[in-house]
């Protein structure tokens, strides 16, 4: 026997032991470790610097400048230049995407990734409101126990008896408790709803069934119902205290509508801008090529005049001078224009147009070449008015309205009037239990009063005072951003006439321009000029040409800047913005 007790004794304490071990290996995983690979792969990433050798990554073996240089003396004045990155001259042409500004807006509008993010936040944003909504929702409740006890017989008190009885009276005498055997199970239904108004009403079922197996059997059957109800008199009471959650949300669900809307029209005016400025590279690499070409005319012309000795030779050096300058310029104008192409691809994400793809886009609209004038102060008024910014800030200074109500409700102290309502009765059965309680023999009610009052209060005050001092700072923000938008607007409207001005200087410059080259050329053919004037006049003329093609494209990134000034976009009759959701 006392074996037995000593084995049953030392595996209880083995099962501890291991229980504790077990424990304290677990304390790692309470402490948040990462997985262990996971970790030595992040430490060593963050602990070590790599080097790079490019010779390695490139896909053949690097060349000298020396071993480079005779394919541009090669080069041949009608051989094409614009190729695929790292490709050959002599490769296929890509294929091309011809696009005007209509299309790049709804294909950005439509796969733009930054956007596509950004018009998921509205319905983050309504998920909020249905969060805050279902803080009304009524919830049942339900539960069951059952308990069994086996008591066992326990001394009682001592007690003197008084008594007619001569033989008993003054007679004192222990009692002993009997064993006793019970079992005990409740049932419970109930409905709670919370109510707008800021009360908690409940409802509740209660089924008991009492068993007493020892010494004699007994049982017995309760039913009982009740109704409670908490209503706050001061803080926390009344419809706008407690939906002031639900107006709050609403009120950031449209916050976040005005700026992904903002969103959107800054996407689709980069992607605009974007798109200029791919017809600027490509009327760049266009000005860059005609110059390359009439460098290598001019040098044909002078190796014709030198061979019948009616110029210099030095001139054959000072025209291949020319087109060694015209060459470097050729090839920037071409690295501008892949930059730009990369730029617009990114903005657009076309499917299977990737970054790297040798597609390329084509510009098909022209820019609009019309002289606007506007009345400055109203268009900024326009500009208040319709900037999402704007909107976005007067739907933040109503949440802060709402706030400081709220905030001061809370500063109020707390009254609660209770009241309860119940009937019961107790049967031998569920049934006849539940039914007699409804005879409403036997009801109890409660009717309570009770209060909380903070001694100081200077918690939910200070939320008040920094709820006001928010909107008073919001107040002051609104200020600052109206006159910033009036300047936007006035300063946008300046360098919109500016450049058209621009365009006017630049077109009459292009004109002269090449009047004078060619002036210079026929007074070389006729042995009064030099080719360095020659060479000389034609880099006026495209640098001319280049001023206007710069000019063009910043007027029109200035009427979009104006769009986007007074909170709108430039209007297409191919495309109409807002006809397309911003969410979903």
């Given at each position: 026997?006392?074996?037995?007790?000593?084995?049953?004794?030392?595996?209880?304490?083995?099962?501890?032991?291991?229980?504790?071990?077990?424990?304290?290996?677990?304390?790692?995983?309470?402490?948040?470790?990462?997985?262990?690979?996971?970790?030595?792969?992040?430490?060593?990433?963050?602990?070590?610097?790599?080097?790079?050798?490019?010779?390695?990554l490139a896909t053949k073996a690097p060349s000298t400048i020396d071993e480079?240089?005779?394919?541009?003396?090669?080069?041949?004045?009608?051989?094409?230049?614009?190729?695929?990155?790292?490709?050959?001259?002599?490769?296929?042409?890509?294929?091309?995407?011809?696009?005007?500004?209509?299309?790049?807006?709804?294909?950005?509008?439509?796969?733009?990734?930054?956007?596509?993010?950004?018009?998921?936040?509205?319905?983050?944003?309504?998920?909020?409101?249905?969060?805050?909504?279902?803080?009304?929702?009524?919830?049942?409740?339900?539960?069951?126990?059952?308990?069994?006890?086996?008591?066992?017989?326990?001394?009682?008190?001592?007690?003197?008896?008084t008594s007619f009885d001569k033989e008993l009276d003054k007679k004192s005498?222990?009692?002993?408790?009997?064993?006793?055997?019970?079992?005990?199970?409740?049932?419970?239904?109930?409905?709670?709803?919370?109510?707008?108004?800021?009360?908690?009403?409940?409802?509740?079922?209660?089924?008991?069934?009492?068993?007493?197996?020892?010494?004699?059997?007994?049982?017995?059957?309760?039913?009982?119902?009740?109704?409670?109800?908490?209503?706050?008199?001061?803080?926390?009471?009344?419809?706008?205290?407690?939906?002031?959650?639900?107006?709050?949300?609403?009120?950031?669900?449209?916050?976040?509508?005005?700026?992904?809307?903002?969103?959107?029209?800054?996407?689709?005016?980069?992607?605009?801008?974007?798109?200029?400025?791919?017809?600027?590279?490509?009327?760049?690499?266009?000005?860059?090529?005609?110059?390359?070409?009439?460098?290598?005319?001019?040098?044909?012309?002078?190796?014709?005049?030198?061979?019948?000795?009616?110029?210099?030779?030095?001139?054959?050096?000072?025209?291949?001078?020319?087109?060694?300058?015209?060459?470097?310029?050729?090839?920037?104008?071409?690295?501008?224009?892949?930059?730009?192409?990369?730029?617009?691809?990114?903005?657009?994400?076309?499917?299977?147009?990737?970054?790297?793809?040798?597609?390329?886009?084509?510009?098909?609209?022209?820019?609009?070449?019309?002289?606007?004038?506007?009345?400055?102060?109203?268009?900024?008024?326009?500009?208040?008015?319709?900037?999402?910014?704007?909107?976005?800030?007067?739907?933040?200074?109503?949440?802060?309205?709402?706030?400081?109500?709220?905030?001061?409700?809370?500063?109020?102290?707390?009254?609660?009037?209770?009241?309860?309502?119940?009937?019961?009765?107790?049967?031998?059965?569920?049934?006849?239990?539940?039914?007699?309680?409804?005879?409403?023999?036997?009801?109890?009610?409660?009717?309570?009063?009770?209060?909380?009052?903070?001694?100081?209060?200077?918690?939910?005050?200070?939320?008040?005072?920094?709820?006001?001092?928010?909107?008073?700072?919001?107040?002051?923000?609104?200020?600052?951003?109206?006159?910033?938008?009036?300047?936007?607007?006035?300063?946008?409207?300046?360098?919109?006439?500016?450049?058209?001005?621009?365009?006017?200087?630049?077109?009459?410059?292009?004109?002269?321009?090449?009047?004078?080259?060619?002036?210079?050329?026929?007074?070389?053919?006729?042995?009064?000029?030099?080719?360095?004037?020659?060479?000389?006049?034609?880099?006026?003329?495209?640098?001319?040409?280049?001023?206007?093609?710069?000019?063009?494209?910043?007027?029109?990134?200035?009427?979009?800047?104006?769009?986007?000034?007074?909170?709108?976009?430039?209007?297409?009759?191919?495309v109409d913005v807002e006809s397309i959701p911003l969410s979903r």
């Open positions: 026997m006392n074996h037995t007790i000593l084995t049953i004794r030392h595996a209880i304490l083995s099962s501890i032991g291991v229980a504790i071990m077990g424990l304290m290996g677990a304390c790692s995983a309470w402490e948040g470790g990462l997985d262990p690979a996971q970790e030595r792969s992040i430490s060593r990433r963050l602990r070590d610097i790599q080097s790079t050798n490019l010779a390695t480079k240089i005779d394919m541009f003396r090669q080069r041949q004045p009608n051989e094409p230049v614009r190729t695929q990155a790292g490709g050959r001259p002599d490769a296929p042409s890509p294929a091309k995407i011809r696009m005007n500004v209509s299309d790049a807006r709804l294909t950005a509008l439509e796969n733009n990734l930054k956007l596509r993010a950004a018009t998921i936040d509205p319905q983050i944003a309504k998920t909020a409101i249905t969060e805050e909504r279902a803080k009304f929702d009524a919830l049942i409740t339900a539960g069951v126990d059952l308990s069994r006890k086996d008591l066992p017989a326990l001394d009682g008190d001592l007690v003197t008896f005498a222990k009692l002993t408790r009997v064993e006793q055997t019970k079992e005990n199970l409740d049932l419970n239904v109930g409905l709670d709803l919370p109510l707008p108004t800021g009360a908690k009403v409940k409802l509740r079922s209660i089924w008991n069934e009492q068993n007493l197996y020892q010494p004699q059997f007994f049982d017995q059957f309760v039913s009982a119902s009740k109704f409670s109800i908490s209503q706050p008199l001061l803080r926390d009471a009344g419809v706008r205290t407690n939906t002031a959650s639900i107006r709050l949300a609403r009120l950031n669900d449209k916050a976040i509508e005005a700026k992904t809307k903002l969103t959107a029209i800054r996407i689709l005016a980069k992607a605009e801008k974007a798109y200029w400025k791919v017809y600027a590279a490509s009327r760049e690499f266009d000005v860059r090529r005609q110059q390359y070409d009439l460098a290598f005319d001019n040098l044909e012309l002078v190796r014709h005049r030198v061979k019948e000795g009616l110029t210099a030779e030095i001139e054959i050096i000072r025209s291949e001078v020319g087109i060694a300058n015209r060459l470097e310029s050729l090839i920037v104008a071409e690295t501008s224009w892949r930059l730009a192409q990369r730029e617009l691809k990114l903005l657009l994400n076309m499917e299977n147009v990737d970054l790297n793809s040798p597609t390329t886009i084509e510009v098909a609209s022209e820019p609009t070449l019309l002289h606007y004038e506007f009345e400055r102060d109203a268009l900024a008024a326009k500009a208040l008015e319709q900037r999402m910014e704007m909107l976005e800030l007067e739907l933040k200074l109503a949440a802060d309205a709402v706030k400081i109500d709220f905030a001061r409700n809370q500063t109020l102290p707390l009254f609660m009037l209770d009241f309860e309502y119940g009937v019961l009765d107790r049967k031998d059965s569920f049934g006849s239990a539940f039914r007699g309680a409804w005879d409403f023999d036997n009801v109890e009610y409660k009717l309570g009063l009770r209060g909380e009052i903070p001694v100081t209060n200077e918690k939910r005050k200070s939320k008040l005072r920094r709820a006001i001092l928010t909107r008073n700072q919001r107040l002051a923000t609104r200020e600052l951003r109206e006159m910033t938008i009036r300047q936007e607007v006035f300063d946008t409207l300046d360098i919109l006439e500016q450049n058209w001005q621009r365009i006017l200087a630049a077109r009459q410059n292009v004109i002269v321009s090449g009047m004078n080259y060619e002036i210079e050329l026929k007074q070389f053919e006729e042995g009064l000029r030099t080719m360095r004037e020659v060479l000389e006049a034609l880099t006026s003329l495209g640098d001319a040409q280049l001023k206007e093609i710069k000019a063009v494209v910043a007027y029109q990134e200035a009427q979009i800047d104006l769009a986007f000034a007074t909170g709108t976009l430039l209007g297409y009759a191919d």
